[in-house]
């Protein structure tokens, strides 16, 4: 956990802390803008925190919304767990929704990207009608990608002996997240709060978890709730818009974009944002368009609320 | 210590044995229960501890066995090679 940071890293992430006890362990989130019951949430994925979206966060509230920013066990200010079991993403989803409900968050319009989409949608699964919009960005549904069925570069770096040495002690992961940013994002302050809630935790955290969680098909842990994902999107009847980086070989929009655009029911409305040279932290490459898009969904979703009298 | 050891894998190291030398001269005791491997570096109570650079090298060799010995697509080659890929920025990025 990470009670206060740096002031250099606090510069670009000046959001209060708000804190909610899971089992165990503390989980961050932050929690900006006017306490309503409707908010955007935006969740991280691997290996990234809520500083992610130090660029998304201000107009967002500037135009008047509530924003929840969560950390998730093993990221960020959070904790960190001892067994890799903890980090099981039904776990990561009934977590998210216990911090959403701590807030007193009814309604949420997601920023859906990496690890951010199953969980979110999972804690969606768990609490119909929290679900009111969403964003997708690089994102799946649980189900591994066409990349990460391959032992290289991928399941060759997170197998037995090898994984905790080089996502833990050596921090190859951690570094190789500069493959899915701007170079803007390689160095000076922004590169050391990326790489702040590594370099004081000795273990991989959730990191070395999270490609492990990826489903390569029945049988796998997390297999049961990808399913259960994709035979609920059809029902996923809210507005709908993609932020895709296009340089991104972990999930292409041919592949991933494509597939859910297929699925959601209003994914068509409006025609995808695609990023041509944003890699696979599309929030790190385009943080205006992912403001923009969330802007709007948000303004569709909530005011719809309104303008139904629900 | 490694708490999701993977069924291909977990046949691979019993192959090892419960002991195994690194090229540096150290041994460790691999003990293997169910899906959790340990690695405990075998020393006498009163010696240094060695760097920790020195044991990341033997656990990547040991690594490297474990790859060699599974084969097909993996290999020492390709986890050195993987290693590189993470860690440099192409020239041209």
């Known amino acids: ?310 | 210590m490694d708490d999701n050891v993977w069924p291909e894998f977990a046949r691979t190291i019993g192959a090892l044995g419960a002991r195994w030398s690194a090229s540096s001269g150290r041994a460790y005791r691999l003990t293997l229960l169910g899906k959790r491997l340990e690695v405990a570096l075998e020393r006498d109570a009163l010696a240094a501890l060695p760097a920790p650079d020195a044991i990341d090298e033997d656990l990547l060799e040991l690594a490297c066995a474990v790859y060699d010995k599974l084969g097909g697509e993996w290999s020492s080659d390709m986890l050195k090679k993987l290693v590189g890929a993470w860690t440099t920025v192409p020239e041209d990025y």
């Open chain 1, 1 to 310: 956990m990470i009670e206060t940071l740096p002031e250099s890293i606090r510069a670009l992430y000046p959001f209060k802390p708000n804190w909610v006890k899971s089992g165990n362990y503390r989980l961050h989130y932050v929690d900006e803008g006017p306490r309503r019951p409707d908010a955007v949430v935006l969740p991280h994925g691997n290996p990234t925190w809520g500083f992610l979206y130090r660029n998304i966060v201000p107009p967002l509230v500037a135009a008047g919304h509530r924003v929840i920013v969560p950390d998730h066990l093993g990221s960020g200010r959070s904790d960190h767990a001892i067994h890799e079991g903890e980090y099981a993403i039904a776990h990561h989803a009934a977590r998210l929704r216990q911090i959403l409900e701590t807030a007193g968050v009814e309604r949420a319009v997601f920023f859906l990207q990496d690890w951010g989409g199953p969980i979110s949608f999972g804690a969606c699964l768990a609490k119909p009608g929290l679900l009111a919009g969403m964003v997708l960005g690089n994102t799946f549904w649980g189900a591994a990608s066409d990349f990460h069925r391959r032992v290289y570069p991928w399941r060759g770096l997170h197998a037995p002996i090898a994984g905790p040495l080089l996502f833990g002690r050596r921090r190859v992961f951690i570094d190789g997240a500069k493959l899915g940013m701007p170079k803007s994002s390689h160095e000076g302050a922004v590169w050391a709060g990326f790489r702040l809630p590594f370099d004081i935790t000795p273990g991989p955290g959730a990191t070395l978890a999270w490609p492990r969680a990826i489903s390569l098909g029945p049988g796998h842990p997390t297999q049961p709730l990808a399913d259960a994902i994709w035979a609920a999107m059809p029902q996923m009847d809210v507005p709908t818009r993609f932020v895709w980086g296009a340089s991104d070989p972990v999930f292409p929009w041919e592949e991933q974009g494509l597939a859910m655009q297929a699925r959601l029911p209003r994914a068509r409305e409006h025609a995808p944002t695609i990023v041509k040279e944003a890699r696979h932290f599309v929030q790190e490459w385009a943080p205006r368009q992912c403001a923009d898009a969330l802007l709007a969904v948000a303004e569709e979703a909530f005011s719809r609320k309104v303008s139904h009298g629900r």
